[in-house]
């Protein structure tokens, strides 16, 4: 679990019970309802990664666009309050870029999001190549975290960060993968295959 989660979740079992004590018990019931979904909401389950040479989801949610952009080809999920919101990385090698950018709280699941939401880039660089994925904020979600630094070493599926209360991500893959996910299509962070090398 997300250590946020269990700070979330004190804060508001503290709030219920001053305003339960002040008022009537029954007025923190909603409280402990919000302690409970944090709790739930900032999970941060194991999961299986696939071997061989696979770029693997960096985060749970729908596809929502499969689009060429030049030589590349960007995929955008989209992760409502119900996905797990931890994001991995899709392939093994070093973080050779984070680029912070400022911008909008659009809807996350708009195509506008993608040039003009508040987001997070990460390059990864490894023997299968190089990935950009960015951590893009959304309408509810306000707060981008990012684990990492230039630098680092990571594995396929390694744990990055996270986005707090729905957001999205999308991949920028160049011409040396073949998409293996097409729109619709729901997936799972670290273990779900987005691309596989040629």
């Known amino acids: 679990m997300v250590i946020d989660g269990i700070y979330y979740a004190l804060g508001l079992l503290a709030g219920g019970a001053l305003t339960g004590y002040l008022t ?11 302690a409970v979904f944090c709790l739930w909401f900032f999970r941060d389950p194991d999961r299986e990664i696939p071997a061989g040479p696979v770029a693997v989801s ?49 809807v996350a699941s708009k195509p506008e999001a993608t040039t003009d939401n508040e987001q997070n880039f990460i390059t990864v660089e490894g023997p299968q190549g190089k990935i950009v994925f960015s951590q893009i904020a959304g309408l509810i979600a306000r707060r981008i975290i990012c684990y990492k630094n230039v630098g680092d070493t990571v594995q396929a599926g390694d744990r990055v ?3 707090k209360f729905g957001s ?13 996910v097409k729109q619709g299509e729901r997936v799972a962070a670290g273990s779900g295959i987005i691309a596989r090398r040629k």
């Open 168 to 180: 999205r991500v999308d991949m920028f893959l160049g011409p040396e993968w073949t998409i293996a």
């Open 58 to 106: 960096p985060a749970d949610g729908v596809v929502v666009a499969v689009r060429p952009e030049g030589e590349q080809t960007r995929v955008s999920i989209f992760l409502n309050v119900f996905d797990v919101h931890v994001n991995r990385s899709p392939i093994a090698g070093k973080i050779t870029n984070i680029r912070y950018q400022p911008g909008k709280f659009l």
């Open 24 to 34: 009537k018990p029954a007025y923190s019931i909603p409280f402990v309802i919000l």
């Open 161 to 163: 960060g996270y986005i």
